[in-house]
Nanobody, 118 residues
Framework: QVQLVESGGGLVQAGGSLRLSCAAS????????MGWYRQAPGKQRELVAD???????NYADSVKGRFTISRDNAKNTVYLQMNSLKPEDTAVYYC????????????WGQGTQVTVSS
């Protein structure tokens, strides 16, 4: 089991920045990949960025060059630095952890709202 707690969302003007944090309840050394997803009203949840235990990263095309995902293993925390925010980035952002054992287990945080005003 992994509990994930997100923080750092809020209201920001277009062009501004926010940093999201996701704290895991256990060592993220044992978590194969962690990532951030988002869901806007009326839309499906989509991958924003993820990072593997080997620190390989993957980004949605819409956020490349603006968002950076990172992990601090000592703090069991994953971050999403969001710069040059746009109104279309407005969504609820969810932290995700993927643990591969006999099968794949997905764990989710409760979500944090990010609102970008124009």
């Amino acid at each position: 089991q992994v509990q994930l707690v997100e923080s750092g969302g809020g209201l920001v003007q277009a062009g501004g920045s926010l940093r999201l944090s996701c704290a895991a309840s256990r060592s993220i050394f044992t978590i194969n990949a962690m990532g951030w997803y988002r869901q806007a009203p009326g839309k499906q949840r989509e991958l924003v960025a993820d990072i593997t235990s080997g620190r390989n990263t993957n980004y949605a095309d819409s956020v490349k060059g603006r968002f950076t995902i990172s992990r601090d293993n000592a703090k069991n925390t994953v971050y999403l630095q969001m710069n040059s925010l746009k109104p279309e980035d407005t969504a609820v952002y969810y932290c995700n952890a993927k643990v591969v054992g006999v099968s794949l287990h997905d764990y989710w945080g409760q979500g944090t709202q990010v609102t970008v005003s124009s």
